[in-house]
């Protein structure tokens, strides 16, 4: 949905703590923002389930490794 130019919010609907770690900003797709995400990864799953090319990556922010 998101690579074809849809308005996709599944990751935005699924978060636990939408409009806190999840956003969406006018005239725009959703936001994380990261001072407030716990790295649950609910959104990567959501976002998963919907597109084939999944959108949303969980990086450690302490490795800057992409987590699965």
Same mark, same amino acid.
């Given at each position: 949905?998101?690579?074809?130019?849809?308005?996709?919010?599944?990751c935005?609907?699924?978060?636990?703590?939408? +409009?806190?770690?999840?956003?969406? #900003?006018?005239?725009?797709?959703?936001?994380? &923002? =990261?001072?407030?995400?716990?790295?649950c990864?609910?959104?990567?799953?959501?976002?998963?389930?919907v597109? +084939?090319?999944?959108?949303?990556? #969980?990086?450690?922010?302490?490795?800057?490794? &992409? =987590?699965?």
């Open positions: 949905l998101a690579w074809a130019g849809t308005d996709c919010q599944v935005y609907l699924a978060c636990p703590k939408r +409009d806190q770690a999840m956003m969406m #900003l006018p005239g725009g797709g959703p936001t994380v &923002v =990261t001072s407030v995400c716990d790295g990864g609910i959104c990567v799953d959501a976002c998963r389930a597109n +084939d090319l999944e959108t949303i990556q #969980l990086v450690d922010s302490t490795t800057s490794r &992409v =987590t699965t």
